[in-house]
């Protein structure tokens, strides 16, 4: 996802951002480098060198600091971004389960009642197309049950 602008808004103390279909804000309070009434924010800008997904802000006293969309995204508890999260942790453990099987890739590709391409494409880590239906299909194949706890969060990182 890329930044297509930023603003400083000092009244509410904190950047506005704004991507192809939505906007944000993330406070000043959540910064590593944290401007004050003394040390003002001089400069912000979309940087080109990390793809337009940050942005970079400077304070008067010269200190930069810069901000990733992933963690605007975080703090805003974007659905997309936690879904995709979530699918990503999943993942992972499916991959671990795969090899630690004694069942072959083959046996799972049939049981799954897929294709080689698709079921490779489940593995797939990057793969945000994927659905959770298909990979606790596979974990149950592979004799793994999959229970969601909700819990209420304690920190917030």
Excluded: C, W
Aim: aromatic share 10%; no cysteine; hydrophobic share 35%.
């Amino acid at each position: 996802m890329k930044i297509k602008e930023v603003a400083v808004n000092n009244k509410r103390k904190a950047f506005e951002i704004q991507t192809d279909d939505k906007q944000y804000l993330f406070p000043y309070a959540k910064l590593e480098i944290k401007p004050s009434p003394k040390n003002r924010i001089r400069n912000v800008y979309i940087d080109a060198e990390l793809g337009s997904e940050a942005f970079s802000y400077e304070l008067e006293s010269g200190d930069e600091g810069t901000v990733h969309i992933d963690h605007i995204l975080e703090y805003n508890r974007d659905p997309d971004y936690l879904r995709n999260i979530l699918l990503y942790k999943l993942t992972l453990d499916v991959q671990k389960r795969v090899e630690e099987s004694s069942l072959s890739k083959r046996e799972l590709i049939r049981r799954l009642k897929t294709s080689p391409a698709q079921f490779y494409r489940l593995l797939d880590q990057t793969n945000s197309s994927k659905s959770i239906d298909q990979l606790t299909s596979l974990l149950d194949i592979l004799d793994y049950d999959v229970d969601f706890v909700v819990r209420k969060r304690t920190a917030f990182a």
